[in-house]
């Protein structure tokens, strides 16, 4: 009885370290994925040029249809007078029910991006 009580909690505490692990790769790999959807919306923009310079707001792609509730927004704000810093961020709901969120930013110049 002591031996399959011995085997039946290390069952268990095996099982909890794996559900832990699955998780956490699932977390890892959905942040990987925002920040690549959000840093081919700053390529885009530093190819489109200052001028260029969409509005704020939501925007889409592809990938956000992997994360659970994926949304992005970007913004961009005034640095000086030639240069603007722009923000694209990706929103997703983590494994455990929580809010996630990456930013990355860059300087967009008159003459080219940063």
Same mark, same amino acid.
């Given at each position: 009885?002591?031996?399959?009580? #011995?085997?039946? /909690?290390?069952? %268990?505490? #095996?099982? !909890?370290?794996?559900?832990?692990?699955?998780?956490?790769? @699932?977390?890892?790999? #959905?942040?990987?994925?925002? *920040?690549?959807?959000?840093?081919?919306? $700053?390529?885009?923009? @530093?190819?489109?040029?200052?001028?260029?310079? &969409?509005?704020?707001?939501? *925007?889409?792609? &592809?990938?956000?249809?992997?994360? &659970?509730?994926?949304?992005?927004?970007?913004?961009?704000?005034?640095?000086?007078?030639?240069?603007?810093?722009?923000?694209?961020? %990706? /929103?997703?709901?983590?494994?455990?029910?929580?809010?996630?969120?990456?930013?990355? !930013?860059? $300087?967009?110049?008159?003459?080219?991006?940063?």
């Amino acid at each position: 009885m002591m031996i399959s009580l #011995f085997i039946m /909690s290390l069952a %268990v505490v #095996f099982a !909890t370290f794996v559900v832990g692990a699955i998780k956490t790769t @699932r977390d890892s790999t #959905f942040e990987n994925i925002a *920040f690549h959807i959000a840093d081919s919306k $700053l390529d885009e923009i @530093r190819a489109a040029g200052y001028d260029a310079l &969409p509005g704020d707001g939501a *925007f889409t792609d &592809p990938e956000l249809a992997i994360l &659970p509730q994926g949304a992005a927004s970007m913004s961009s704000s005034t640095w000086n007078g030639g240069t603007k810093e722009v923000m694209a961020g %990706v /929103s997703w709901r983590g494994a455990d029910g929580t809010l996630r969120f990456v930013t990355l !930013t860059t $300087l967009i110049t008159r003459l080219g991006g940063l």
